[in-house]
């Protein structure tokens, strides 16, 4: 549950049944207090999904709702539990839709953003910085990469797209597809210090970048149609 649905999550899933995106809990939940009092909730007072799947002889699938997780205020949430048929051992607890509003949903389907291998740096005299997010396939070959230069001076940031062909060799950029602003200080960047780590790990995480991300869709499809994202 932690490296599948956990909010702070960079881990990868690819293959049938898990090319979705993971529904995240919120930054604050308590996974030991918080899940376990979810999973008693929806037990206790949920329904079975009887729906026919693939894995019925391992697995029962439970839905419902529940209010004991931290900051609910007394608002209870659905919430899906999987459970080893013929045990109350959890195999998987999460909740339908994202605990935390506003976070972007990638559409793409066999390429992934993969957060641990993003990275940043800044020039000499700390004049840029530059932010690199790239995308991978299930064999983690970077197929795209986000490119990002802020100006530490005026905090403006431009996104520029690489594109590779699927071996992972670049082929072409395409320049400047999104500008925004970006709350920084350049002095936490000169430090590199605990509030530049924050900025950079939210960025790279829940950055909206579905705009672009559209363009690697229509990408797979034109150009790497065997390939398709």
Sequence with gaps: MISRHGFYSDDLYFGDGALGNPSRFQPSSLPIYDWVQIADDVYQYGQIDDRAHPDAAQFVKYTGQSASYEGSNGKALDFTLILYRDTKIVHSLFPRKDMVPGMAKSKLKKIKRALNLAKAETTLWYDWLTIEIPYVDKDITERYVIIVRIDL????????LQINWPNGQ???????????????????????NIEFTRFFNSFVKFGNFEHIEEIMMRTETNLFPDNDG
């Excluded at 001076?153 to 520029?160: D, F, Q, S, T």
């Excluded at 670049?170 to 597809?177: A, G, H, K, Q, W």
């Design 153 to 160: 001076e005026n905090m403006h940031g431009k996104a520029h």
């Design 170 to 192: 670049p082929r072409y950029s395409i320049n400047v597809l999104m500008e925004f602003d970006v709350a920084l200080n350049k002095a936490d960047v000169e430090t590199n």
